[in-house]
């Protein structure tokens, strides 16, 4: 690991202002990717300016019909969120399915959606679900948010602050994991929402994406057997030695299904 | 050099880090505490669980400038003060949860923390729990009954 | 059997200072004045090094200093050598090129040792590294050994391995297998690749050299399986240390697989460079340093054809094999994929010919050597599945074909064409038991109701046999083995009754501490808490040879009841004085000397305390003192087999093949502590579930190392894996005292075969014969994919 300044921010506006003026700030949330980036070397931050004692960006809540996730709750917290559980689930449920235990017990869901990372979790539920990516300045819908593979519509020096989940009639989550990282080698997150289903995927490789086909086709029947007639084409999805782009494309539409199952 | 001040073990320690300097680091180099091994770097083998503030955590992933006044415990500190050993120490001696013993002190420790958390877990949501656990001798197997064993052994302790 | 005698599932004396974290690893050891080495590799897998510049990271904070090869070479450092010399089919040797600790001007696979930077801290260190300056001209680069043979192919060594070959090696009798062949009823195939494996200890490979100014000592602290074999080669050939100033200590060493066993660059490094510092010299592999440098296992390349006769019984074997031995010849790599392979390719059969010709290749990548059985799954996985291509080519049922090539109960000693003789066995046993453990016969419904549930079941069945504990040392010599193969140890007993046993066998994680005490107690009838076993410092024990192919207590644990032996006898005299009887008169037995048939008696102990204080003793006849060596050079390898069923259900949307039921019934041998055997089949059976399913070293085609770390590496993990059914069947090894034969390898051998054969019976609807490991989610989709498009065209 390179040596940084490192700086502890007791709140959303104080870590913008201590990202102010620094060469390459960088804001770490559970640091459960971070750390492992700049442990390989593969990141240089002149600074970094921890989120973890600001207590302004976190809690669960669920009301108006959607359940507000602030930034710096874990996944371990949103797993076992009565509110959560109660209101949507599936949300629950994926965060209960990130990483390991420990990864739980100190990741975040700002962190993982600021990061993007193409082989995550919570931007799939994100796109999903169409949430509302709170932010130190303003408001992001989903589906203006992830830009590309590690990049989103953040800005530098913006601060994620939450997450609200607007509560679907239906939804759920299924994860093909990559046998060896055990990151998403395919997760697709369906919802049934008064507009309509939508389906978000992930792990495909070049960040989270919609299928808006199998969406169409969920709007008119709204089962497993729905998705059948709907190709994804291989070009969809990247490939690696884990997976061929024809197979994760494969693992979409079987994912997509068991999915669809799950949620009833 | 920043300091940081944090609790080990029940002990009050004030030690000082680089920014990158991490727990694991301190816990080892700093304090000669050298039961919390390093079995990878890509934080996937948690060799290096320990608790932080009572929740299993991977010591080679945290910033020891990030644990100002948190309170960590190692496998050198889950021992009574009489030296006895934790139930979840003595399930897996009972029930040869460990071989070459470079893997036991995460696992011990994250085990406690599922026992803490899920009281009763069944065969499936054990092995579930050690995603980020790796073994390399034993198969498992007897690491699945070992937690069994401790799990009962604290919920009959209660 | 005592309380803590042989044949007890007692808990291991080891394990407190484990789960109290008080293990003490050699990365846990701290030296005054240390500074921290940081290994700089090749990113490359062939380059010439036109230059380095070394300057800029010389002059970097906290750097005490930078090395390269040129400056080992110029201190007169050896090369790594290679403890076994095969010959070719001609009679020459085998090539041997150079493997410097650094190398000097060309690197030859992808994590290359080209320099070290030597700094105050491990952080300094690898920022130094990053400043030094090479200078590559890159080479083509040649990964797959068949690929490596071509005419054309890059050259990994040049003229000191033309044509990428190590060796072409035979071994058998060609005209009879010829013979045989002609007359064949049938004639079952297979073509198959078995797959590089990454060993992982969880414990990375660390190493710290250190060196007193004042007596001239080294001292070497690393994680070897076999410090006394790193004292020898590095001594001797690497850094001309004596052995009377070289003292090599691996404390507790975090599992080892065989990868712990070869003396590695590192080793060489630190020792010599804390004699240029004069200051203790520490490195620690970093797990992605440990994937591209420790040796890795298999990688194999074979075609094999079985004769059969009309009724199904095996006429003769012919195999032909490509091994891949990286970019230099590891330590015992070349006996890998002749002596402890070809020469197990009979099995448990009755096959009368057997020929096995090998092909040894150099290619840029890591260095291949013995991983967790070591030439024998290789053999056991192309033998075992070839069997099930003949059972299913004749129309025979798979356990049939096997009862019916089985070698007899009554056929021991049993001398196969392929060199060894098999002492002992009953295959018949451990197959039925087996069986009847898996519920075989059940199976059909178990498949059924699978098929309900939308997934293919099938089962698989491995009936294996391997050989351990390799000697005698003068056969082995006569092969090309440059080191002895027997094992040393000694027994003190201290005044008070206490004993210390001082063995050559390295333990590290095998339990020893536990399973010698236990055989101590056996014989001299105390506690295993009265019994210290002492392992792993060239300064304490006496010169042995480590522990590998499941050696310590066929070979080891001999070499103490040897000593022991010993001591009782002395005992004996000591008692018949005590006791003024005849020394003929005198039994031993649960720690008590007797005059047979009378009352009179004395404890082990208070002969113990006579031996010290000889004040009532034979001093004319007899030396005061309880202390007594062996050495034990076996006559002949143990014979450990038996049988493996492994049940998996595939998910045919997805491909991913889980082993649901996995059921080992192993003859070891007299079985010390049946924990711990369990505890050893288990391990090794995860180990072989791993490269069945999971596991899988991966080069692209430019040699860059894609499996590299646990992101891409499938480890098996908790949820990977079933819970083992674990079982023994005992026949008595006939040539060791304790009739032990050893259980380290035997899950790691057994189960890959037995768990692909139940993969091919899944799928065997869907036209499927073999499957090369792993048979991993996408390579099973695949298959079944494209047999559904098929009968769909």
């Not at chain 1, 070397?41 to 669960?60: C, E």
């Not at chain 2, 071989?99 to 995460?106: E, H, L, R, V, Y």
């Not at chain 3, 590998?548 to 006898?569: H, Q």
């Not at chain 3, 889980?658 to 007299?670: E, H, N, P, Q, S």
């Amino acid at each position: 690991m390179y040596d940084f300044a490192y700086h502890k921010a007791s709140s959303a506006a104080d870590a913008a202002s201590k990202a102010k003026g620094k060469s390459d700030a960088k804001f770490m949330a559970g640091g459960q990717t971070l750390i492992p980036t700049l442990k390989q070397r593969l990141a240089k931050p002149s600074d970094v300016i921890d989120l973890g004692g600001a207590s302004d960006l976190k809690g669960i809540s669920a009301a108006g019909g959607a359940v507000t996730i602030g930034a710096m709750a874990t996944h371990a917290a949103v797993a076992g969120s009565a509110d959560a559980k109660k209101a949507i689930p599936a949300l629950a449920a994926l965060a209960e399915g990130i990483g390991d235990p420990q990864v739980r017990n100190r990741g975040t869901i700002g962190g993982s959606v600021a990061n993007n990372d193409p082989a995550a979790d919570y931007p799939a539920a994100v796109l999903g679900l169409g949430a509302t990516v709170h932010t130190d300045q303003r408001q992001i819908a989903a589906d203006a948010f992830f830009v590309s593979v590690f990049e989103t519509a953040l800005k530098p020096g913006e601060v994620i602050t939450k997450v609200s989940f607007p509560v679907p009639q239906k939804a759920a989550y299924m994860k093909f994991p990559s046998p060896a990282s055990r990151y998403a080698m395919i997760g697709v997150f369906v919802a049934k929402t008064a507009q309509g289903a939508r389906v978000a995927v992930t792990g495909a490789g070049n960040g989270v994406i919609r299928m808006k086909s199998m969406e169409a086709a969920l709007d008119k029947n709204w089962s497993p057997a729905a998705l059948d007639g709907v190709k994804v084409p291989a070009g969809t999805c990247n490939g690696d030695i884990h997976g061929t782009p024809e197979y994760r494309a494969h693992l979409i539409t079987v994912m997509a299904k068991r999915a669809v199952a799950a949620a009833g | 050099m920043p300091q940081v001040s944090l609790t080990v073990n029940g002990r009050p320690v004030k030690v000082e880090v680089e920014g990158r300097t991490l727990l694991v680091q301190v816990l080892r180099e700093k304090l000669g505490l050298t039961g919390t091994h390093v079995g990878c770097d890509t934080s996937q083998c948690g060799a290096c669980v320990v608790h932080v503030d009572g929740k299993s955590a991977k010591a080679c992933t945290l910033l020891a400038a990030q644990l100002e006044g948190a309170s960590v415990t190692t496998i050198e500190g889950v021992a009574g003060a009489d030296g006895k050993m934790h139930p979840m120490q003595e399930a897996f001696r009972d029930n040869h949860g460990l071989q070459c013993g470079f893997c036991t002190p995460g696992m011990v420790m994250s085990a406690i923390d599922l026992a803490k958390t899920n009281p009763d877990a069944s065969e499936h949501e054990i092995r579930e729990w050690l995603e980020g656990n790796i073994c390399r001798c034993t198969g498992y197997h007897n690491i699945v009954k070992s937690i069994q064993a401790g799990s009962a052994a604290m919920r009959a302790a209660k | 059997m005592g309380a803590d005698g042989i044949g007890v599932a007692v808990r291991r004396k080891e394990d407190v200072r484990f789960l109290t974290g008080r293990g003490t690893y050699t990365d846990d050891i701290a030296r005054p004045g240390q500074t921290y080495a940081h290994i700089l590799r090749s990113g490359q897998a062939h380059a010439r090094i036109r230059s380095i510049d070394v300057s800029k990271a010389k002059a970097a904070p906290g750097v005490v200093a930078v090395f390269t090869g040129a400056d080992m070479a110029a201190d007169g450092v050896g090369g790594l050598p290679c403890g076994w010399l095969v010959k070719n089919k001609d009679g020459s040797p085998m090539k041997e090129p150079a493997h410097p600790p650094l190398v000097v001007d060309r690197v030859r696979h992808v994590g290359d040792q080209i320099a070290v930077v030597i700094a105050e801290t491990r952080a300094q260190a690898k920022d130094a590294a990053e400043l030094v300056e090479i200078d590559f001209e890159p080479l083509p680069a040649v990964v797959d050994s068949k690929d490596a043979l071509k005419t054309g192919a890059p050259q990994v060594h040049g003229d000191a391995a033309p044509g990428n070959l190590c060796y072409d090696w035979e071994l058998g009798d060609k005209a009879a297998v010829d013979a045989a062949f002609a007359k064949a009823h049938k004639v079952a195939k297979i073509d198959l690749f078995n797959n590089r494996l990454i060993p992982n200890a969880m414990e990375p490979r660390a190493a710290t050299g250190d060196f007193d100014p004042a007596s001239g000592d080294y001292t070497l602290y690393t994680t070897s399986q076999n410090p006394h074999v790193i004292r020898l080669l590095m001594g001797a050939f690497v850094l001309h240390i004596p052995e009377s100033k070289l003292r090599v200590y691996a404390p507790d060493v975090g599992g080892g697989f065989g990868s712990k066993i070869y003396h590695y660059a590192e080793e060489a490094i630190v020792t010599w460079a804390a004699g240029k510092l004069k200051r203790p010299v520490r490195w620690t592999a970093d797990r992605s340093e440990s994937f591209m440098s420790d040796a890795h296992g298999r990688d194999h390349h074979s075609h094999a054809e079985l004769a059969l006769d009309k009724d199904g019984k095996f006429l003769a074997l012919r195999v032909d094999t490509t091994a891949n031995m990286g970019a230099y010849l590891s330590t015992f790599a070349s006996c890998i994929p002749t002596y402890l392979y070809a020469t197990l390719l009979a099995g448990v059969y009755t096959t009368p010919a057997i020929y096995v010709e090998v092909k040894a290749v150099f290619t840029n990548t890591v260095p291949v050597d013995a991983y967790r059985g070591a030439g024998r799954p290789e053999a056991t996985f192309l033998l075992e599945r070839l069997v099930d291509v003949a059972a299913r080519e004749m129309g025979m049922d798979r356990v049939e074909i096997r009862r019916r090539n089985f070698i007899p109960t009554n056929a021991f000693p049993y001398q196969t064409p392929v060199a060894l003789q098999y002492d002992s066995g009953d295959y018949f046993s451990t197959l039925e038991q087996a069986q009847k453990a898996a519920d075989w016969a059940g199976f059909e419904a178990r498949r059924a109701e699978a098929r309900k549930r939308g997934k293919l079941r099938g089962i698989g069945i491995s009936t294996y046999l391997e050989a351990c504990g390799i000697a005698p040392s003068n056969i082995a010599g006569a092969l090309g083995a440059r080191a002895g193969l027997y094992e040393a140890a000694t027994v003190r007993v201290h005044p008070t009754g206490t004993v210390t046993i001082l063995t050559g066998s390295h333990s590290h994680g095998q339990g020893h501490e536990t399973t010698f005490a236990q055989v101590v107690s056996e014989t001299l009838g105390i506690g295993i808490d009265q019994v210290e076993i002492v392992h792993g410092d060239t300064n304490k024990i006496p010169f042995g040879m480590g522990t590998y192919g499941s050696r310590s207590l066929a070979v080891g644990g001999t070499a103490i009841v040897k000593a022991l032996d010993k001591v009782v006898s002395k005992a004996k005299k000591i008692a018949a004085h005590l006791l003024e009887a005849s020394v003929n008169d005198i039994e031993f037995k649960d720690g008590k000397f007797t005059v047979v048939g009378t009352d009179k008696s004395k404890t082990f102990g208070e002969i113990a305390l006579t031996a010290y204080v000889p004040h009532n003793y034979p001093l004319e006849e007899l030396e005061p003192g309880l202390e007594e060596n062996a050495f034990y050079d076996p006559k002949n390898f143990t014979f450990p087999g038996g049988c493996h069923i492994a049940e998996v259900e595939i998910d045919p949307d997805t491909g991913v093949t889980k082993v649901v039921k996995f059921t080992a019934v192993d003859d070891v041998g007299r079985v010390i502590n049946p924990m711990i055997v369990e505890g050893q089949v288990q391990g090794g059976v995860a180990q072989g579930i791993g490269q069945a399913l999971l596991e899988n070293c991966v080069y692209d085609k430019d040699g860059q190392l894609i499996t590299g770390s646990y992101m891409d590496y499938v480890m098996p993990r908790a949820d990977d894996l079933p819970s083992i059914g674990v079982a023994t069947h005992t026949t008595l090894c006939t040539h060791n005292p304790l009739g032990v034969k050893g259980c380290g390898e035997v899950g790691a051998i057994g189960s890959p075969p037995a768990v692909i054969n139940a993969v091919v019976d899944a799928l065997k609807d869907h036209g499927v014969t073999h499957m090369d490991m792993p048979a991993s989610p996408q390579k099973v989709w695949s298959v079944i994919n494209g047999a559904h498009r098929k009968a769909a065209e």
